[in-house]
């Protein structure tokens, strides 16, 4: 992906493609991967544990399905649906304490470029990156 200048995504459609179940809390498929930027589609199966990410900002765009979520501390829960805008800056613990009934999925911008394991636990025994985030493949959504 580094060497190419420009990209056309179809975001809903690969939010189509995402499974039904997984075993990780989300699954997702990088659209870009370069060190001044990533974007991501993902879809979030089971509220997430309070977590946060060292090394980028995010911008989460709702494509689909509602929700609570929190940033800094429980007591900044807001509810969100399609078409809201999300954004923390690094460091920034957030957490997903409730989904609606409809898959969640997100549209991610993070800046700089987010490692995959950038994943940091407030409660280590809540996971690892592997149980948080897994990759989704063209192969995995053929």
């Known amino acids: ?3 190419r200048k420009f990209g056309v995504f179809k975001p809903y459609q690969i939010a189509r493609s995402f499974p039904e179940t997984a075993e990780t809390l989300l699954l997702d498929v990088y659209l870009t991967d370069e060190p001044s930027a ?9 509220s997430t544990p309070p977590h946060f990410h060292r090394g980028s900002d995010e911008y989460l765009h709702v494509l689909s399905g509602t929700g609570s979520f929190w940033m ?6 807001f509810s969100f649906a399609p078409g809201d805008l999300l954004f923390f800056k690094r460091g920034t613990i957030h957490a997903i304490p409730e989904l609606g ?4 999925v ?9 490692d995959p394991r950038d994943i940091v636990f ?5 996971g690892t990156p592997e149980t948080f985030i897994q990759a989704v493949t063209g192969e995995d959504r053929a």
Request: no cysteine.
């Open 106 to 114: 997100f549209m991610a911008i993070d800046t700089p470029r987010r």
């Open 101 to 104: 009934p409809e898959p969640v």
């Open 1 to 3: 992906m580094a060497d």
């Open 38 to 46: 990533s974007s991501r589609v993902f879809r979030v199966y089971r």
């Open 72 to 77: 800094d501390d429980a007591a900044n829960t």
């Open 122 to 126: 407030v409660n280590p025994e809540d």
